[in-house]
T-cell receptor, first 116, second 117 residues
Framework: GAGVSQSPSNKVTEKGKDVELRCDPISGHTALYWYRQSLGQGLEFLIYFQGNSAPDKSGLPSDRFSAERTGGSVSTLTIQRTQQEDSAVYLC??????????????FGSGTRLTVV | AQSVTQLGSHVSVSEGALVLLRCNYSSSVPPYLFWYVQYPNQGLQLLLKYTSAATLVKGINGFEAEFKKSETSFHLTKPSAHMSDAAEYFCAVSTDAGGTSYGKLTFGQGTILTVHP
């Protein structure tokens, strides 16, 4: 597609439930990033996928968080046993690589997760 | 390691006045620098980027930023504010240093710009 697509745009879930957030990057973009945006925490890096390399998971806040990227395209971020502190906007970005990092990052509109 | 500091979480200007949003970075290798804008309930939109070419970078909507290595700064300016500029602005840094942090964006805390008539 023309942009990075994220679904759902809004998700309300009960505490303790699992949720899956989806990101469909721009076709041909080999790098994919997940960020979390919450009040008081700014934009936090969660995880980064680059081609077939092992992902950089250094930003995942706990083992309740996991992500995968199938076929080098669509990515799913899964949060197990959600807690209220998981409430945030989850942003996905993709980027074309093959040279320097000056290729533009394109962000999706995000998924607003509310845990009640 | 890299980091970004945005001075001032809130900036308020009058319509038609100069906009100046401050950003200082820390990076152990030559950085790539970005400014993003976020309107309410929307994603991040790239305003401009510095990629080691010209130090004065022009972006969309009349914004520009100047890379000053000696000051480790990348401040965002616009000569005349419009009401439509009211949004949150994020400065970000990434590197081309290779390794697992290759290309990872590190963001500042954001600056909310208010424009009043």
């Amino acid at each position: 597609g023309a942009g990075v697509s994220q679904s759902p745009s809004n998700k309300v879930t009960e505490k303790g439930k699992d949720v899956e957030l989806r990101c469909d990057p721009i076709s041909g973009h080999t790098a994919l990033y997940w960020y979390r945006q919450s009040l008081g925490q700014g934009l936090e890096f969660l995880i980064y996928f680059q081609g077939n390399s092992a992902p950089d998971k250094s930003g995942l806040p706990s083992d309740r968080f996991s992500a995968e990227r199938t076929g080098g395209s669509v990515s799913t971020l899964t949060i197990q046993r959600t807690q209220q502190e998981d409430s945030a906007v989850y942003l996905c970005a993709s980027r074309r690589t093959g040279g320097a990092t000056n290729y533009g990052y394109t962000f999706g509109s995000g998924t607003r997760l509310t845990v009640v | 390691a890299q980091s970004v500091t945005q001075l001032g979480s809130h900036v308020s200007v009058s319509e038609g006045a100069l906009v100046l949003l401050r950003c200082n970075y820390s990076s152990s290798v030559p950085p790539y620098l970005f400014w993003y804008v976020q309107y309410p309930n929307q994603g991040l939109q790239l305003l401009l980027k510095y990629t080691s070419a010209a130090t004065l970078v022009k972006g969309i909507n009349g914004f520009e930023a100047e890379f000053k290595k000696s000051e480790t700064s990348f401040h965002l300016t616009k000569p005349s504010a419009h009401m439509s500029d009211a949004a949150e602005y994020f400065c970000a840094v990434s590197t081309d240093a290779g390794g697992t942090s290759y290309g990872k964006l590190t963001f500042g805390q954001g600056t909310i710009l208010t424009v009043h008539p």
